[in-house]
């Protein structure tokens, strides 16, 4: 989380106060999700130095992918021994799309609200980023084309 908030902080200005606010909700609403005791894999590791305590975390949590932009920091033979894997974003959504629809549909729906904003709106902000995901929401979601 330091990682994030430092890059929050110097690279887009978010205030302390926002990042202090954050670090709380996604500690109150995603505990699970705090890792402690990888440190001892972090030697381990043979992907990029400045990203092995993410590669250490994932193994020691069993995850079974890490979801990042950042891929050639996170390469196939960097885990060979450890059976997991990283995948783009853009990759990660379309294939949670396709196992739920409606959940991943009616969450876009819920986030473009919250940022009181139309469905075609939110796809429009996240198009450069995840442009399989947006295209596969359009032409699933007929509304986003007409908003």
């Known amino acids: 989380m330091a990682e994030t908030v430092r890059t929050l ?40 130095p400045k990203d092995r305590h993410v590669a250490a975390g994932a193994i020691h949590c069993k995850a079974e992918a890490i979801v990042t932009f950042n891929l050639r920091h996170f390469r196939p033979e960097h885990f060979i021994t450890w059976n997991i894997s990283a995948i783009h974003p853009d990759d990660f959504l379309v294939a949670l799309y396709h196992r739920n629809l409606d959940l991943v549909t009616a969450k876009l729906q819920e986030q473009a609200k919250d940022r009181r904003c139309l469905l075609s ?27």
């Open 9 to 48: 902080e110097a690279k887009l200005g978010w205030p302390r106060s926002l990042t202090e606010s954050l670090q709380k909700e996604l500690r109150t609403h995603f505990a699970e999700a705090w890792v402690s005791g990888y440190e001892p894999l972090v030697s381990e590791m043979t992907n990029d």
């Open 121 to 147: 709106q939110l796809c429009q902000i996240l198009q450069s980023l995840i442009p399989n995901f947006v295209a596969l929401v359009q032409h699933n979601n007929p509304i986003t084309q007409s908003e």
